[in-house]
């Protein structure tokens, strides 16, 4: 059960780089070197040619970028990892960027790309024995990212209508990294809606505050941040059984369970325990503590275990009290790793007070386990969860976007490659319904 990832844009790019250095690193970890779970990830992530005398795992990745210095770097870099490597001819490249501009990306770079891009993923699709589905990284930000994977995944859709397609989209820091990032996400998240299954959301501000207070790193950078997206990644996409059988589960079953109504595919992800590795060997964790944690750090809508606040309680199902007191949910993935995990009770997450009161008990909450050891933690749990936490970024988000283009701020920008005011509105108007719909769970 293969996915083929789809790197694109600088961001993109390094989070892939990422998440198969992770992946090698842990199968490497692993005292039994051809353990059937070792199999199945190196099947699932990675290509083994048996005739080659270079026995390195090839990653299934196409690569993506319009300026060839970012493609060069994942090269070498493959290279230098020693345990896996990117095949040749697996990208695409250009000698100029896309300016930060979603319609430049979109219009002018992305029809250019789209053959060529298309011809390199048949090509991977070929290798594999059963495709699961793609996995398409990208920045909401750029405009490679944004412009260039929008129309990339539309172009996937349409040739492979009857495949499961992700997109995971890193959301830009608050802050502000580009002036045009407010008009980029929301045409790229609007137009993503109509094209791909599901969009796992991975937030800079969060990133960086798991790297600099759970990790203890002073000078935060992309790479840090990227590490952590390819640590939360390989924990959610490794292979692992329906809890209590043998009974590997995909990817797509994983997502389609998520991802079930068309009006809600967004996905967050969190995961404990996340510590440096000097603290590493003086921590120790049995399972009900880090469920409990877990739990409060999804009804909260906080990403770490440290500093969660625990004043805020669900109540019973059959209570009157505001949901606004808490995140609600659709549907939740929880996903457990390592010693004892048969041992784990996930009854907590079962709760009917999480979840919106049209959605049925029984497809609420599912819960997948491994007993491997991720990396080097003992016991290891990530939550994947259709909740509300994307509430408050996209509102932030979609009014910004409106204050600018209620005065025609770099509007121009972009109808210099073809976009219209219309097209600003309507994507303005189907993200709104979005967050009106998540907002009102």
Not at 116 to 128: A, G, M, T, Y
Not at 212 to 235: P, R
Request: net charge neutral.
């Amino acid at each position: 059960m293969s996915i083929v990832t789809v790197q694109i844009g600088q961001c993109g790019n390094q989070v892939g780089l990422e998440l198969f250095n992770t992946v090698m690193e842990d199968v490497s970890s692993d005292s039994t070197k051809h353990s059937t779970f070792n199999d199945q990830t190196l099947t699932r992530f990675f290509d083994v040619p048996e005739s080659s005398k270079e026995k390195r795992p090839v990653a299934r990745a196409v690569l993506v970028d319009m300026e060839t210095k970012v493609i060069q770097n994942m090269y070498e870099a493959s290279e230098k990892s020693g345990r896996w490597k990117y095949g040749n001819h697996q990208y695409f490249c250009q000698k100029r960027g896309s300016g930060n501009n979603w319609a430049n990306g979109f219009s002018v770079h992305g029809p250019k790309a789209e053959e060529s891009v298309l011809n390199i993923v048949r090509r991977e699709v070929e290798k594999c024995d059963r495709l699961t589905g793609f996995l398409n990284l990208m920045s909401l930000a750029g405009g490679t990212g944004s412009g260039v994977g929008t129309r990339l995944t539309q172009s996937l859709r349409d040739n492979y209508p009857q495949n499961f397609i992700l997109n995971q989209v890193v959301w830009p820091h608050s802050s502000g990294e580009v002036c045009l990032q407010n008009y980029n996400t929301v045409l790229s998240l609007s137009h993503l809606y109509k094209s791909c299954d599901a969009i796992l959301l991975l937030t800079n501000d969060n990133l960086n505050k798991i790297c600099s207070q759970l990790l203890g790193i002073k000078n935060v950078g992309f790479k840090d941040m990227n590490k952590v997206i390819g640590h939360q990644l390989a924990s959610a996409f490794q292979p692992a059984y329906v809890h209590g059988q043998t009974l590997w589960s995909s990817v797509e079953e994983t997502f389609e369970h998520l991802v079930a109504h068309p009006e809600y595919k967004l996905v967050t992800s969190r995961c404990v325990p996340q510590t440096s590795e000097r603290s590493m060997e003086f921590s120790t964790y049995n399972w009900p503590s880090l469920l409990k944690y877990l739990r409060q750090m999804l009804i909260v809508d906080s990403y770490m275990d440290e500093g969660v606040n625990w004043h805020v309680k669900v109540p019973p199902a059959s209570s009157n009290q505001s949901a606004s007191n808490y995140i609600k949910s659709i549907s939740n993935q929880l996903i457990l790793r390592g010693k004892d995990v048969t041992l784990a009770d996930c009854q907590h997450f079962k709760d009917t007070a999480l979840y919106a009161n049209w959605i049925h008990p029984d497809s609420a909450m599912s819960v997948l386990s491994h007993h491997h050891q991720f990396l080097k933690y003992e016991k290891s749990a990530t939550l994947l969860s259709n909740c509300q936490s994307p509430v408050k970024p996209l509102g932030k988000c979609l009014d910004k976007g409106w204050q600018m283009f209620a005065m025609r701020a770099y509007v121009h920008w972009y109808t210099r490659y073809g976009m219209m005011e219309e097209d600003f509105i309507d994507s303005f108007a189907s993200l709104k319904q979005v967050h009106h719909s998540y907002a009102n769970i």
